[in-house]
């Protein structure tokens, strides 16, 4: 079964829904799924050299019990998916778009879900800025990419206006949040939902598929 991932890189319900996901998908070890990424930002505005995450942050959601009850929020839903949220740690709030260019190319090479974790862990739990090629170098490195062809390819720009569209036609065809997965083209889902939902729905769909 093919599923299909909207998600944005800087999205902590992201990294959430993938390990709720993966926990769905063993529970089904009988059957064969193939997982693609797709880019989605939740701010095309961000410049290529980001902003402060603080300033950020207290700009879009202010700096009281709001911006802290959904820091918890976060931090003890990923507390349970073994997820160590350290947002203190986040320097930067990066633009998005070059950590789906890399995560593209991880796919021809792949290791695109091994790249997809490092990217979320850098983030997340160690604040490191993914808006940053020497970051996104590492991380390749670390799945075992080619690391001199992926600095080249960051540093000449390719597929930014590829990536870039398929990031605009997610939103124009209704995408507003993510993740968002899409199960064999026929059901889409959005929000990081309980592993018991995923497999209700993988069910399904798998009833339906011509082969089932």
Partial sequence: MQIDIVSDTVCPWCFIGKRRLERALAERPD????????PF????????E??????YMKAKFGDGERLRGMSDALSQ???GEGIAFDFEAQARRPDTLDSHRLIRWAASAGVQDA??????????EEGKDIGDAAVLTG???DAGMDVALVSDLLARGADRELVAREDDMA????????????FANKYAIS?????????????KVTAELPSA
């Fill in 191 to 203: 929000g990081a939902q309980d592993p018991a939902t995923l497999v209700k729905v993988i069910d």
């Fill in 139 to 141: 991380i390749a490195a």
């Fill in 50 to 55: 980001g902003y402060d995450r603080k300033e």
């Fill in 41 to 48: 930002r939740l701010d095309p505005t961000v410049p290529p």
């Fill in 171 to 182: 939103h124009r065809v209704g995408i507003s949040g993510v993740p968002t997965f899409i």
């Fill in 77 to 79: 839903a990923g507390a």
């Fill in 115 to 124: 790249v997809v974790e490092k990217l979320f862990r850098a983030y997340f």
């Fill in 31 to 38: 059957r064969t799924f193939s997982v693609t990424w797709r």
